[in-house]
């Protein structure tokens, strides 16, 4: 229980933080400090949960993250269900707040379509994850690395978003994309089920290849 309590706080701090300062600043494409702010806050949310939540639960706050884990053997499937429900219910509950402090016509940070295209939108998305992903699986694979597995994880967390913001806004996070849209409704709701299954797909074919990666590197 403790690991699940563990990732609800996880994913409740990456929501709160990483989409409350998109609604803060008014993250746009037109306004590059506000546009790097928002990914620097979503970065900095995973660095301080890596170093505080990671000895409990090892901070996945991520379904994507928990299914690679899961194609790895690196946790159950009853871990997995838990952890998802944890992590969706801790993005659940940021949106809500997000909503009382900005006002339920805020936008929530919510994920949006590339240029109205669904099939772009996906591409994006399992290719943003795929990196985010292959570069958990790699930095968490070797003890020696655990000294700035965190900072690692953030900065790339960061890095994907620079990136990703311009097309979707960047999910690479089915629990971060479906809470917000809970909540802003219209398209972002409509199109939600592209934010879930795009990151899912990502997490599990950068399992498969760190898989064979790392048979190579054995």
Request: glycine share 12%; proline share 2%.
């Amino acid at each position: 229980m403790r690991k699940y309590v563990a990732e609800f706080i996880g994913t409740f701090v990456l929501v709160l933080f990483g989409c409350g300062t998109a609604i803060a600043v008014g993250c746009s494409t037109d306004n590059i400090a506000a546009y790097l702010t928002t990914a620097i806050a979503f970065g900095l949310s995973i660095v301080a949960m890596a170093y505080s939540i990671g000895n409990v639960s090892g901070c996945h706050i991520n379904p994507a993250v928990s299914i690679a884990m899961l194609i790895s053997k690196k946790m159950s499937a009853k871990d997995f269900v838990g952890y998802v429900i944890a992590q969706v219910l801790g993005a659940i509950v940021a949106a809500a707040l997000l909503g009382y402090l900005f006002g339920f016509d805020s936008g929530f940070g919510a994920n949006g379509l590339y240029d109205g295209d669904v099939a772009k939108s996906l591409i994006i998305e399992i290719i943003l994850t795929f990196i985010f992903v292959l570069v958990i699986l790699g930095v968490t694979s070797r003890n020696l690395n655990a000294a700035v597995t965190g900072l690692v994880i953030g900065l790339t967390l960061t890095f994907v978003h620079i990136l990703g913001i311009y097309f979707t806004g960047t999910s690479v996070n089915p629990a971060r994309s479906l809470g917000p849209a809970l909540f802003a409704g219209g398209d972002a709701l409509r199109y939600v089920w592209v934010f879930i299954l795009a990151p899912l797909i990502g997490g599990a074919l950068a399992a498969v290849v760190y898989k064979g990666l790392d048979k190579e590197q054995e």
